[in-house]
């Protein structure tokens, strides 16, 4: 991040026209990066204009390139696919096309293309780029255009956003539409999952993804498949005996069902491919198991776009206006992306390289690196697939006992993390035990051994299994300390929400006068409320977004249809914003009061007016959120009151709070992942601490690190001390002191058509993705 004079965002684009186009395969989210592109666009002062029909839409011109203004995409946030069309376009390949499509945008004065759609369609936006000075050059001599529009247009600026559901583009974690289809395959895995396990079948799914097995690894660490197949890493040889090994040893184990994901690129070693008849056929000749399968196609790319989706959309497509109005004649094209939860921008062909990278690593059967350059998240999730599908535990067992126990309300995902955990635990040789209800139950002693198929099918089950309460140890720090050492208990890993925190805090002051809490602790935060300090993210919030969103859509539909209503809808999160804001983001909200950013009489007053001059517009609807401890004299009674009173003769309203179904629900995909990373991830750690901590054949840990909150920080997963971290810690609000989501407030005003000021002193530099050689070879 680097600080630029700030210049006033809303005059950084007069007198500039943008123009946006989808291009390629469709992708849902797209169209919420088209609605932030437009909208951010005109707050900007530039003119915007949508281009229809992909790149062929620029050869055609005409009707087909149109003036965009904000109602234009109005409940457009909440649709899949893409609504101002995309093709496949011959034409655009041909130089004579390309030359046509210049000459369309020189005479509307557009300089400036911001292209959403995959490797291909970027690729084919920057080779329109280099050829722009010989293609106006070519227009001047064939009397197409004026030498004077020439040199008004002498220079095209690019941004790519990618919209792709294969996420098979370097350099981003996520591209849009990745979440969305997740959200598509697990619901059919989910439902798959039930039959089979009525009949004891094996089932093989067929996921998309062309050359890029994302999709099918992330689908098999959520929902603890027994195989998978991707084209990054073939199977070793010999893999037929191994799978079918695998299949039995499963149904021994006791499990009636076995799922197989398989990519669609999935190949050999030898690089033949290995499709889900072959496996069928396998599985049915040698085991004589029932088995089915099923090809999901084109479902996966349908539907309304997930919470996650709609952010990322959003987010991206205000960096691409920006990136565009920033950029001159001498910086690359670029491609905004988001690694971690920051946004980046990279250079396009870099990008491109690194993907066109991979494809030769796997056609020259080096998998170990085609791995390596699919990035961070790719590799982390193979090795965590690879860790948890040994089915054999180590003869030698450690003699270690690790207590797993659940903290506060139950969220989607927690069961995600016990298993992984637990499963980890006897990866590594470790007794695992199981806790129930919370700090109650370690003080009353409810603590039982827990297996390895105890926890099987865990990954998808919502709320909390092992039971969870709110309590914290300190009144019982007498009992739980004899019940460690009855149960001889090793290292302790909680997961839950703030009360975790607080709770593990209190156990780490309690070493000094009780020895039996001088163990390794860790704490996974788990928690609708994402207000976990040391964390960005909590298991179970991506959950309770979606299911929010999902609900506000609905609120949304049913408005548009009476026309002139505003509904006000409260959301949970305690005093931490984040649902309220992150939901106000995704489903479109003209506001979300929440209690960090302090609002008064003058805010209410500013917002009523607000949607007074909205309902002259042809978007006769509206959408307030407020989150549920935002303040304590401006209730959600009290909003509504002032908005029915103000709003008389002009709009109606209704309120609707959404209580507890949003700690409820199936885990969506990310929260599945992201419980089986940090479970895995956790168990590792204190295997090494306890290692450190060995002293005289007894366990001892008293240092600060040897107690940690697992949390991700920007763009990693770090172990941070809770002690550390108490100075970031309001403890009367539960929430931490720095929140990070804070500055994606301003994006959602803007979307809501608010005269704010962006901050665009912090812009985000261009990055490299390709690191620089070593000349040593090291």
């Known amino acids: ?6 210049m006033d965002p809303t005059k950084m684009g007069v007198g ?78 041909s130089r004579e096309g390309r030359m046509t499509a210049a000459g369309n945008l020189v005479k509307l004065g557009i300089t400036n293309l911001c292209v959403i759609g995959g ?11 280099t050829e722009w000075s010989g293609l106006l050059a070519d227009l001047v001599k064939a009397g197409k255009i004026t030498d004077a529009e020439a040199k008004k247009s002498s220079h095209l600026n690019i941004v790519g956003m990618v919209g792709s559901i294969d996420n098979d583009f370097c350099g981003t974690d996520m591209t849009i539409g990745t979440d969305s289809a997740l959200h598509r395959i697990i619901e059919v895995v989910d439902a798959i999952t039930t039959t089979a396990q009525s009949h004891q079948r094996t089932f093989i799914l067929e996921v998309m993804g062309r050359h890029c097995g994302y999709l099918a690894l992330v689908t098999a660490l959520a929902c603890g498949a027994d195989w998978v197949f991707i084209p990054e890493m073939p199977p070793d040889e010999g893999w037929e005996d191994h799978l079918c090994r695998r299949l039995t040893n499963q149904r021994a184990r006791g499990s009636r069902l076995n799922v197989i994901i398989v990519a669609e690129g999935a190949m050999s070693r030898d690089g033949k491919p290995i499709t889900s008849e072959d496996i069928k056929k396998l599985v049915t000749d040698r085991l004589g198991f029932d088995t089915r399968t099923t090809v999901l196609g084109h479902v996966q790319r349908g539907g309304t776009p997930s919470a996650f989706d709609r952010i990322l959309g959003s987010r991206m497509g205000v960096e691409a206006v920006m990136a565009l109005l920033e950029a001159t004649p001498d910086t690359p094209a670029c491609v905004v992306s988001l690694s971690g939860n920051q946004a980046v921008r990279l250079p396009l062909m870099e990008c491109v390289q690194v993907t066109k990278d991979v494809t030769a690593a796997m056609a020259e059967g080096r998998f170990e690196d085609a791995i390596k350059l699919r990035g961070k998240s790719f590799e982390n999730n193979w090795n965590t697939y690879k860790l948890l599908a040994h089915i054999n535990p180590p003869d030698v067992k450690s003699n270690i006992n690790v207590a797993i126990v659940n903290i506060g309300a139950p969220c989607a995902g927690m069961n995600a993390a016990v298993r992984s955990a637990v499963r980890m635990g006897i990866i590594q040789g470790h007794n695992m035990l199981a806790v129930h209800d919370g700090f109650d139950g370690l003080a009353q002693g409810q603590i039982e051994p827990i297996t390895w198929t105890t926890v099987s099918g865990w990954t998808g089950k919502g709320g909390s299994m092992l039971g969870t309460k709110r309590s914290l140890p300190g009144k019982m720090l007498e009992e739980i300390s004899l019940n460690i050492a ?3 208990i090793h290292a302790l890993v909680i997961i839950g929400g703030f009360e975790a925190y607080v709770g593990g805090l209190e156990m780490v002051q309690a070493r000094e006068k009780y020895e039996e809490m001088c163990i390794p602790i860790v704490v996974i935060p788990a928690t609708v409320s994402n207000n976990v300090p040391g964390s960005d993210f909590s298991i179970g919030a991506d959950t309770a977004l979606n299911t929010i ?5 609905r609120i949304k ?62 978007v006769k609807r509206g959408l307030i959120l407020r989150n549920e401890k935002s303040n304590a004299n401006y209730t959600t009674d009290f909003i509504f009151n002032l908005y029915s009173e103000e709003g008389k003769g002009i709009f109606d309203c209704r309120k609707n709070v959404l209580g507890h179904m949003q700690q409820g629900g199936t885990p969506t995909p990310f929260d599945r992942n992201f419980g089986t990373k940090m479970g895995a991830k956790s168990v590792l750690w204190l295997t090494e601490k306890l290692k450190e901590c060995y002293r005289h054949g007894r366990i001892f840990a008293n240092t600060p690190d040897s107690a940690c909150v697992l949390g991700m920080r920007k763009r990693a997963l770090t172990f941070q001390p809770l002690a550390d971290l108490k100075e970031d810690t309001d403890f009367e609000h539960r929430i931490p002191k720095t929140e990070w989501w804070l500055k994606i407030r301003p994006i959602m005003k803007i979307l809501a058509k608010y005269d704010i000021k962006l901050d665009t002193s912090e812009h985000t530099d261009m990055e490299h993705v390709i690191k620089k050689r070593n000349p040593l070879g090291q």
């Open 557 to 618: 539909q049913s408005a548009a249809g009476t026309k002139r209503r505003v509904f006000i809808v409260e959301t949970m999160g305690g005093y931490c914003g984040y649902l309220a804001t992150m939901a106000g983001l995704a489903a479109g909200a003209d506001a979300a009061y929440i209690f960090e950013d302090k609002f008064g009489i003058r805010d209410l007053e500013m917002n009523v007016e607000h949607l007074v001059e909205k309902m002259k517009t042809t």
């Open 549 to 553: 969103t999902s609900t506000c859509d």
């Open 119 to 129: 490797d291909g369609s970027l690729t084919g936006a920057n080779e329109f780029r």
């Open 1 to 6: 991040m680097s600080k630029s004079p700030t």
């Open 486 to 488: 009855k149960f001889n």
């Open 16 to 93: 500039r026209s943008i123009a946006v186009l989808t291009s390629g395969g469709d992708a849902q989210g797209m169209n919420a990066a088209v609605r932030a592109t437009v909208r951010v666009g005109l707050y900007t002062g530039a003119k915007v204009y949508f281009v229809h029909e992909g790149y062929q839409g620029l050869v055609d011109g005409g009707d087909h390139i149109r003036p965009a203004t904000w109602e234009s995409v109005s409940m457009m946030l909440q649709l899949g696919g893409t609504v101002i069309g995309s093709a496949r376009c011959k034409d655009f390949r």
